[in-house]
T-cell receptor, first 110, second 113 residues
Framework: RKEVEQDPGPFNVPEGATVAFNCTYS??????FFWYRQDCRKEPKLLMS???SGNEDGRFTAQLNRASQYISLLIRDSKLSDSATYLC???????????FGTGTRLQVTL | EPEVTQTPSHQVTQMGQEVILRCVPI?????FYWYRQILGQKVEFLVS????????KSEIFDDQFSVERPDGSNFTLKIRSTKLEDSAMYFC???????????FGQGTRLTVV
């Protein structure tokens, strides 16, 4: 089983739509979780941390369910500029290793 | 805004040669990382470095690889005797603490021919 698993997509949505991405992780000892975005041939950029209590940053909401080992990202009112690959990331191992999922590709269209 | 910087942005090397990839992490960060991403594949962990020593490494990070923090600002990845399959984008990252997430440099694209 992969350590961090994501649906690769692509998700094709119209501008203004709400889209949700899901992610599962296998290591119950994972301590912290993050969402990153990666544009084509660019570096991953930290989008937000994920907490059990939920974390909202503008149009983006992230949620962690430790019991189900499940992480989500909700994007409201999608913009063309949101088109990217969204990477689910868990802090694992001896807590100094970030493990990346394969990413979910989002394409927002007019 | 502080950022992680990497040099060079692109390196072409012949198979069997040694390369050194350089990184300047964000100045008050304490944890340093190297990751790689083969084209079309996921970001893979190579090594983490804290308090002047390796804290964790992956099975990819074998004797061919080494890291060094030669002074207070630089963090290097050395790849000895490069192979064709080492061709990838290599990302350096740093973080202030483990809970805050890591910030990535723009990457060095290594092409082994």
């Amino acid at each position: 089983r992969k350590e961090v698993e994501q649906d690769p997509g692509p998700f094709n949505v119209p501008e203004g739509a709400t889209v949700a991405f899901n992610c599962t992780y296998s290591n119950s000892a994972s301590q912290s979780f993050f969402w990153y975005r990666q544009d084509c041939r660019k570096e991953p950029k930290l989008l937000m941390s994920v907490y059990s209590s939920g974390n909202e940053d503008g149009r983006f909401t992230a949620q962690l369910n430790r019991a189900s080992q499940y992480i989500s990202l909700l994007i409201r009112d999608s913009k063309l500029s949101d088109s990217a690959t969204y990477l689910c990331v868990a802090l694992t191992g001896t807590a100094s290793k970030l493990t990346f999922g394969t990413g979910t590709r989002l394409q927002v269209t007019l | 805004e502080p950022e992680v910087t990497q040099t060079p942005s692109h390196q072409v090397t012949q198979m069997g040669q040694e390369v050194i990839l350089r990184c300047v992490p964000i100045s008050n960060h304490l944890y340093f990382y190297w990751y790689r991403q083969i084209l079309g594949q996921k970001v893979e962990f190579l090594v983490s470095f804290y308090n002047n020593e390796i804290s964790e490494k992956s099975e990819i990070f074998d004797d061919q690889f080494s890291v060094e923090r030669p002074d207070g600002s630089n963090f290097t990845l050395k790849i000895r005797s490069t192979k064709l399959e080492d061709s990838a984008m290599y990302f350096c990252a740093s973080s202030r603490n483990l809970d805050s997430g890591a910030f990535f440099g723009q990457g060095t694209r290594l092409t082994v021919v």
